[in-house]
Structures are given as C-alpha cells and as structure tokens.
C-alpha cells in the first residue's frame, strides 16, 4: 500500500464549477500537508500548506485535513481555465524533511 | 535567485549509454531532493541530500543509479547503464529544511528518453 493515494482523474469541470480534489494518507506521524499545482511540462509549485487537522483559506483555495479519517481535500471555487493543472498532495511526518507526494489529480478547466 | 535550475532539459540516450543529469539548488538552501515522475508510479523520491550528505537514498531503485553533492551548490544523477525504463522526468528539489514554513521548490525537471 502506498503511503499516500490520490485519485489520478482526470477531472473535467466547466468554468465557474466547485472543484474538489482528495487524498488519503496511511501514515499517521504525518503533520505537515502541502498540495502542489503542476502545470505542463513544468516542476511542481506549492499552492498551500497546513500543519495538523483544519481548515485554511486562500483566495478561492480552501485546504481541509481530517487526520482522525487521515484524509486531506483541496476545494476550488469559481474554477478558472488557468486552474487546469495536476494537482499533488503531499505530506510530511515531524522533522519536515522528507515529503511524501500523491500521484496527483490532472484536472481540466473548460472555457 | 533563479530558483532551481537542472540540465539538460532534455535527454535522449541509447540503451547501455551513461547519463547524468544535473542540479543546481537555490542558493542558501541545506536540503536537495531527487524525485522521478512518470505517468504509473507518479512522483517518486529517489534520494535526498543534507549539508551535501546523502540521508535517505532508499528509492534509488537499482546501483546502476548513483548521485552525489560534492558542494553545496551542486549535484549530480548518474545512470549507467541506461535503460528504456529509466525514461522519466526527473526533477531535483532544494529546501530550507527547518521549520513549519518550508517548502520543496522544483527544478524544470530533465525528461529522459532511452531508446
């Protein structure tokens, strides 16, 4: 079993849609939750970060971890054509220095 | 800082040919990953550097891999030989390492090709 699992998609949303991106974790000493954005041909870019269970709000982000369910979502609103990216949680343990990603999500935005 | 820059962009080698893919992390940073992606197995970690010191290179998948830092500005991913699984993206990452607020920064990655 992988440490962490994410559906691969890929989503297809319209513009304007909620978009609802999960992983789930098996490893419960993870306390640090990233999720990457990635665009074509492109590293990875981290888009937001949280450390333990909670939610945390960014513009028209909205990162939510569950740790008693070891499951973490990345919500979008108002969805945007520029949103479309692949989308990688990945997940740390105390010592921050090993990260652990997700095979990530490949969502598409339509005009 | 131009952030993290890796070379070549792109690679195509034959079968049995050595490769080596270069790094070069933001400067100040103490940590440096290597990560391969592929579309099965997604992003993998294949080592990760302290101080210039290998910590963890427990996903290096065979010895035909190898990587070193001989500075801190520095490092290198070498396969030999090459074969056409080792095709992939690799990218190398660097971090501060410390604290809540670090994060991994990406290079562009190198895509390899072995024919």
């Known amino acids: 079993q992988k440490e962490v699992e994410q559906d691969p998609g890929p989503l297809s949303v319209p513009e304007g849609a909620i978009v609802s991106l999960n992983c789930t974790y098996s490893?419960?000493?993870?306390?640090?939750f990233m999720w990457y954005r990635q665009y074509s041909r492109k590293g990875p870019e981290l888009l937001m970060y949280?450390?333990?269970?909670g939610n945390k709000e960014d513009g028209r982000f909205t990162a939510q971890v569950d740790k008693s369910s070891k499951y973490i979502s990345l919500f979008i609103r108002d969805s945007q054509p520029s949103d479309s990216a692949t989308y990688l949680c990945?997940?740390?343990?105390?010592?921050?220095?090993?990260?652990?990603f997700g095979s990530g999500t490949k969502l598409n935005v339509k005009p | 800082d131009a952030g993290v820059i890796q070379s070549p962009r792109h690679e195509v080698t034959e079968m049995g040919q050595e490769v080596t893919l270069r790094c070069k992390p933001i400067?100040?940073?103490?940590?440096l990953f290597w990560y391969r992606q592929t579309m099965m197995r997604g992003l993998e970690l294949l080592i990760y550097?302290?101080?210039?010191?290998?910590?963890?290179d427990s996903g290096m998948p065979e010895d035909r891999f190898s990587a070193k830092m001989p500075n801190a500005s520095f490092s290198n991913l070498k396969i030999q030989p090459s074969e056409p699984r080792d095709s992939a993206v690799y990218f190398c990452?660097?971090?501060?390492?410390?604290?809540?607020?670090?994060?991994?920064?990406f290079g562009q990655g190198t895509r390899l090709t072995v024919v």
């Open positions: 550097f302290n101080n210039n010191v290998p910590i963890d």
């Open positions: 490893n419960s000493a993870f306390q640090y």
């Open positions: 990945a997940m740390s343990a105390y010592n921050f220095n090993k990260f652990y």
């Open positions: 990452a660097s971090s501060l390492g410390q604290g809540r607020d670090t994060e991994a920064f």
């Open positions: 949280t450390y333990s269970s």
């Open positions: 400067s100040g940073h103490d940590y």
